[in-house]
């Protein structure tokens, strides 16, 4: 064997070493690390979804709690069905302080809600317009949700300058005990 042939065979050999290496041992184990990055950044992906889901979370959870307070201060303004007598009572004397004559009071018939019964009362007072303004004022400073509806207004005779009779309906809302 001469050099020049020895060198030529000894190059093909370590060209087929470097093939065969390339081929079975460095090209799997890129397809290896290639399938490790995908997974790697699939659950890279999978917990920027998560945080993002985190942060929807807690901004639930901050809504959830601001809507807790809301029913909290709503139903601290809605007294127990016990204390309606103390309500009534309470406008009856804002009207006999303003002056005003109750002409008629008259509960009607409770309408049953799921999360509050409203107690509708059917009022007729006698006096002087200014005085039921001022009825009307007090009423809105009472620490309780009430609603006037079916509000007349009626002058009375002509001597009596100022004087009215008033025809109104003011929903008292009281707990539902049974929600």
């Given at each position: ?121 059917q009022m007729g007072l006698v006096g002087n317009f200014n005085s039921f303004y ?33 025809e109104f309906i003011v929903s008292i809302f009281f707990q539902?005990?049974?929600?």
């Amino acid at each position: 064997m001469t050099g020049g042939f020895r060198k030529a065979v000894f190059f093909v050999l370590l060209v087929g070493i470097a093939v065969a290496g390339y081929q079975y041992m460095i090209k799997p184990a890129n397809k290896h690390l290639f399938e490790a990055k995908e997974r790697v950044q699939a659950q890279f992906d999978k917990l920027d979804e998560f945080e993002r889901a985190t942060a929807a979370a807690e901004g639930l959870t901050k809504q959830l709690e601001q809507l807790q307070e809301a029913i909290t201060f709503f139903e601290s303004k809605l007294p127990p069905t016990s204390e309606i007598h103390k309500v009534l009572e309470q406008v009856t004397v804002i009207a006999q302080k303003q002056g005003l004559k109750p002409k008629t009071i008259r509960t009607l018939k409770k309408k049953d809600n799921s999360g509050y019964i409203e107690q509708p009362l059917q009022m007729g007072l006698v006096g002087n317009f200014n005085s039921f303004y001022s009825f009307l004022l007090e009423l809105e400073k009472l620490p309780r949700i009430m609603k006037i509806r079916e509000l007349k207004l009626k002058k009375l005779l002509k001597e009596d300058e100022g004087q009215i009779e008033a025809e109104f309906i003011v929903s008292i809302f009281f707990q539902n005990k049974t929600s």
